[in-house]
């Protein structure tokens, strides 16, 4: 079965950094488009950053500057490396793959600490 496994989060201060890595088995990985998405508490879940199979990159503009998605289809993993870290960037991670089907990730907690 597919399984796609978050991880990578963490607690860190402002302006720090953060590299989120998302690893897919059951899948083929090349084929799918690739996103980030996050969830704050009391808030809608949201796209931060996707890349297709080809490797076009997509940014949220709260992101863009800051964060930066790649794809390893060689590992089955996809990163976010995440830069210059706000305290609104706190929020639970996920990582979605997206075909026919969508399929997501159990998520990982990034907490930004002022």
């Known amino acids: 079965q597919v399984q796609l496994v978050d991880s990578g989060g963490g607690l860190v201060q402002v302006g720090g950094s953060l590299r989120l890595s998302c690893t897919a088995s059951g899948l083929t990985f090349g084929s799918y488009a690739m996103g980030w998405y996050r969830q704050a508490p009391g808030k809608e879940r949201e796209l931060v950053a996707d890349i297709s199979s080809g490797g076009s990159t997509y940014y949220t503009d709260s992101v863009k500057g800051r964060f930066t998605i790649s794809r390893d289809n060689a590992k089955n993993t996809v990163y976010l490396q995440m830069d210059s870290l706000k305290p609104e960037d706190t929020a639970v991670y996920y990582c979605?793959?997206?075909?026919?089907?969508?399929?997501w990730g159990q998520g990982t907690q990034v907490t930004v600490s002022s």
């Open positions: 979605r793959a997206s075909r026919v089907h969508l399929y």
